[in-house]
């Protein structure tokens, strides 16, 4: 199965806002409808966080025409796919406060580059809970659940979202 790599680029985000950078994390949300979770705030130990706004959240807004949405552990082997396709990210950049990443690293990976790794059977797993609900524009829940690091403890959560609606839905 691939994933249909359109998108409608009307967009209609609720952390568009220019509010500070923290703030932007504060109010989005995962794919499982919870508060997003940080991401990586130091990147390979080099203090730096990652996301498009690098404060270790892969949040999203108007200025990231890339979507850095999925939190996603780089492998060796999706690092080198992802060169082979023009996508360097094992390369330093200081001039867009990028360290350049290795095997094991976490970062926030634009979410149509993680479903063109997906298309080629090269996607990296990701962390549920730290992955913006944005990256369901591109990839469906149950691709990304797949992939999950975390797919236990988020199966949990949702579990426990779930119960708490249906003891609401019996209140009223």
Request: net charge negative; with cysteine.
């Amino acid at each position: 199965e691939h994933i249909a790599m359109l998108h409608d680029d009307d967009d209609d985000d609720d952390d568009d806002d220019n509010e500070p950078m923290m703030d932007v994390a504060e109010v989005a949300s995962n794919v499982l409808g919870t508060p997003l979770e940080c991401c990586c705030s130091d990147v390979g130990g080099t203090g730096m966080g990652t996301g498009f706004y690098r404060n270790g959240y892969c949040s999203t807004g108007e200025q990231d025409l890339g979507r850095h949405t999925v939190c996603c552990q780089v492998t060796d082997e999706f690092l080198a796919y992802s060169a082979s396709v023009g996508n360097d990210l094992s390369t330093k950049m200081p001039q867009y406060y990028f360290p350049g990443l290795k095997g094991g690293d976490i970062w926030c990976l634009c979410a149509q580059r993680w479903a063109q790794a997906y298309n080629a059977g090269m996607a990296p797993k990701i962390f549920l809970q730290a992955t913006h609900e944005k990256t369901l524009d591109y990839v469906p829940f149950e691709v990304l659940r797949e992939y999950a690091i975390d797919k236990d403890e988020a199966d949990r959560r949702l579990e426990s979202l779930n119960e708490q609606r249906d003891r609401l839905n019996k209140l009223l």
